[in-house]
């Protein structure tokens, strides 16, 4: 021991003397103050600090990996190359001492890098809104990432530099990170070659882009993180190991090699446990994602198009049966589970008697009790409960139904990387979209394609569009172990901790590090670091909202909007309302007026090319509108030119007739084109079926009743 550190100590010596040493740490520091300062300088924040951070963090890892990877390979063939190792070894010194100071100097370096690292963050997240425990939990969490990648690192290096006595020792390097940057490029939820693959990374990388999702912190990735890099650690041990025994063997005592072969030997079992535990986890996830892919594959072509209809194009199920109320008690008793009391009040606005009606709860929910005010038997089929009534529902009669359900809530999307419904430790999240609670009728939660996609999995899943023909009356208590939490629904919280309130849109819960501010009348729910940024942005789109109500009698301003991560806010867009948004920091940072006006308008007429150019031709006349009264018409005087300036060709004959008949009007007054899109509107917004929509025919109804 007293060798190693006499040889410890003479390195580290050496490496105090050498100038250039001190330039990583000095990069590192001068590109960390750049972050801070311009995230800092910002009058207004819309990302949190934690994202910022890593961000930026997984980058300059990279660079560092490839300096320290490097350097490792350096100290361990620097005496070589200068001769002077053939001149130590004559020394009384043992192959273990000489490798294991220069191998603990390296790591003392890559060490300093790792300290600079935890000392740029933890004064930085004292700024934010996070307690003392999360605070600790990031610093632990960036720890093991980062020391562990460079104690593997440099391991590799020596067994590298002592292996290949030559320039490939050196190549070699980031030739393994250039396959490591391959791995992260693979954990984006689209991988093309087996995603079991990314745990192969001195790092863990089994998250979307950044390990940090908005309120949720990095709970989702903590615990993985922590078994992943134990193994890495492990390994870290294993390879030095090997590197000590391919060093000069002809002098190496047999102790040296029988205790070298015993402890690599003794390490190699729990390594392997270790990342058998952590290669289960992942598997069972991605095996759970493949399931359900299968599960929800389309059987047709039609079928297909009927889930687009609902998911991006808002088109509503037309149901006979309604759900007026819903009163649910709800206890998490352990993470990701779910016991559920719910009491439905159910109407039936049908025209002639039936015998049957459908709800939808998630198949991984087992329902325990059905029973309802009227005599009736259930039946369970996927996603389906299936409720029979031997003397049938008359039109216009009501009923009630209580159904008891549990099971496990933990479902996943892209690649298994992404959790799409929770409750775990620090964070909860049940969207509609993962169905956890009844939903009246056979609704396709989710659909996918496969043999179109080329992927590894072979499919892309996207959540269903789950649009509510009326609005439901709501009351919500929750308990658990979870109740501790911050949690938000879609409808308002009650002094009394319990949930009440009418949604068409329906329910959606979110628990985690949130905070919630009300502009006019909408509740917005996020980060507590983002919601001034949040408000702003809201504020802005609160004028747009109010004209469009002015203008065209529709109510645009949502009831709630969610502050989430991009990946489970892109996935909530499938069920489009205008009583609830989902946005992320681009929402709200890059809100810029002249794409927000092509935004409400879709919002109010969804995209539909089956409907139609007459549709199109509204869609854009409502565009128009909102583009003269906030003076973004970009130098056109007419709607007409506007619009005929997105055609690369002549407009078709049917539709510049159309052009000009808004023309006239707009001509006459900007006042008459407004009103005459607000009529036609309205027409449109009364039809049950859109595709019978008649542009020319609304035109010339508006003329006969304004002449009179």
């Known amino acids: 021991m007293s060798m190693i550190k006499l040889v410890y100590r003479n390195e580290m010596r050496l490496l105090c003397r050498n100038p250039y040493l001190a330039l990583p740490l000095a990069i590192q520091l001068i590109c960390w103050g750049y972050v801070i300062c311009m995230y800092e300088s910002e009058p207004v924040h819309y990302e949190e600090i934690a994202a910022v951070f890593y961000g930026n963090f997984q980058w300059i890892l990279m660079v560092n990996l490839l300096v320290v990877g490097l350097f490792a390979v350096y100290m361990a063939g620097k005496d070589r190359e200068s001769e002077f190792e053939y001149l130590a070894v004559t020394y009384k010194v043992k192959n273990t001492a000489w490798i294991a100071g220069k191998w603990l100097a390296a790591q003392t370096y890559g060490f300093g890098l790792t300290a600079m690292t935890l000392l740029v963050q933890g004064i930085w997240f004292l700024s934010g809104s996070m307690g003392a425990e999360e605070r600790l939990q990031n610093l632990m969490y960036v720890f093991v990432q980062v020391e562990g990648a460079y104690f593997l690192l440099v391991s590799i290096g020596f067994l590298f530099g002592i292996w290949m006595k030559n320039t490939l020792s050196y190549i070699c390097i980031p030739a393994l990170l250039g396959a490591v940057f391959l791995l992260q490029a693979n954990s984006y939820g689209f991988a093309y070659v087996n995603p079991r693959l990314n745990l192969a990374t001195p790092y863990d990388s089994m998250y979307i882009a950044t390990p940090y999702q908005s309120i949720w912190g990095i709970n989702g990735v903590f615990d993985g993180a922590m078994l992943h890099q134990l193994a890495v650690f492990l390994l870290g041990v294993i390879v030095i190991l090997a590197a000590l025994l391919l060093f000069h063997p002809h002098r190496r005592l047999k102790i040296e090699k029988r205790i070298s072969m015993t402890l690599a030997v003794i390490l190699v079992i729990p390594a392997v446990v270790i990342s058998g535990i952590r290669y289960s986890q992942y598997d069972s996830a991605l095996e759970q994602y493949i399931e359900t892919g299968e599960q929800y594959l389309f059987a047709s072509r039609e079928e297909e198009f009927a889930f687009l209809r609902t998911s991006t194009q ?272 681009y929402d709200i940072k890059y809100a810029d007026p002249s794409v927000m006006v092509y935004a409400l308008a879709t919002d109010l007429i969804h995209d539909n090319p089956s409907l139609g150019e007459d549709v199109h031709i509204l869609q854009s006349a409502i565009t128009w509108g909102l583009m003269k009264h906030f003076q973004l018409d970009k130098g056109f005087d007419r709607f007409g030119d506007w619009y005929a300036h997105d055609w690369r060709s002549q407009l078709p004959a049917e539709a510049a007739n159309r052009i000009e008949m808004l023309n006239r009007f707009e001509e006459n007054s900007g006042e008459q084109f407004l009103k005459a899109v607000n009529y036609v509107f309205s027409q449109y917004d009364g039809l049950k079926d859109k595709a019978e929509f008649n542009l020319e025919t609304a035109l010339k109804s508006y003329e006969g009743e304004a002449k009179r």
């Open 314 to 585: 808002g088109e509503r199920p037309n149901y006979p049966f309604a759900i007026d109320r819903t009163d649910l008690n709800v206890l998490f008793p352990s993470d990701n589970r779910i016991e559920a009391d719910s009491r439905l009040s159910i109407a039936y606005n049908g025209d002639v008697p039936v015998n049957d009606v459908s709800l939808t709860l998630h198949h991984r929910l087992a329902v325990t009790e059905c029973s309802g005010s009227v005599e009736m038997t259930c039946s369970r089929e996927k996603d389906f409960i299936r409720i029979r009534f031997p003397n049938g529902i008359q039109p216009n009669e009501r009923f009630d139904l209580n159904l008891n359900y549990e099971g496990d809530m933990k479902q996943y999307r892209s690649d298994g990387l992404l959790a799409h419904s929770f409750i775990e430790s620090g964070r909860v999240y049940l969207p509609k979209e993962a169905s956890w609670y009844p939903l009246i009728g056979e609704r396709a939660l989710a659909g996918s394609v496969r043999g179109m996609d080329p992927t590894y999995v072979q499919f892309e899943l996207k959540n269903g569009g789950l649009v509510e023909d009326s609005p439901t009356a709501f009351t919500v208590t929750i308990k658990g172990q979870e109740d501790g939490v911050p949690m938000a629904l879609t409808i308002p919280r009650e002094p009394d901790g319990s949930y009440k309130g009418t949604s068409r849109y329906g329910l959606s819960l979110v628990g985690g590090n949130l905070q919630e501010v009300t502009v006019d009348q909408t509740r917005v729910v996020g980060h507590p670091e983002v919601l001034v940024g949040a408000r702003k942005t809201t504020e802005m789109y609160l004028k747009y909202w109010d004209y469009i109500e002015e203008w065209l009698g529709v109510g645009m301003a949502p009831k709630v909007i969610y502050i989430l991560g991009s990946d489970h806010s892109k996935m909530a867009q499938f069920t489009p309302s205008l009583e609830f948004a989902a946005w992320d920091f």
